[in-house]
């Protein structure tokens, strides 16, 4: 037995997918961050940060360093929260409607 797809199912599908590898990807970011927070909790903040602007390396102060990867992080996960929120809003959507369509022989 197959099923026939509407479009509207095929969307769903391929949005579902496509919000699994946003999260994938938004997930490997925040681990990369914690994980940064966490090294240099370890090691120590007392040291020469710099950031990427314009091309240019820029120096700048620990408390600064800090405070952009803590920024980062509560950004990181918000964003995660809402794409886990919508694929979820999705997967019912998308569950509710395979519920609805028939089987073919």
């Given at each position: 037995m197959t099923r026939s797809f509407t479009e509207e199912t095929l969307k769903l599908i391929e949005e579902a997918r496509v919000l699994k590898q946003e999260i994938s990807a938004v997930r490997s970011m925040l681990t990369e961050v914690e994980e940064a927070i966490k090294l240099l909790?370890?090691?120590g903040w007392d040291r020469r940060f710099f950031r990427l602007l314009a091309g240019l390396l820029i120096e700048v102060p620990p408390e600064?360093?800090?405070?952009?990867?803590?920024d980062k992080k509560d950004v990181l996960?918000?964003?995660l929260k809402a794409l886990?929120?919508?694929e979820r809003s999705i997967r019912e959507r998308l569950g509710r409607v395979l519920k609805a369509v028939p089987a073919r022989p």
């Open positions: 909790d370890r090691i600064e360093a800090r405070q952009y990867l803590l996960e918000a964003r886990e929120e919508r």
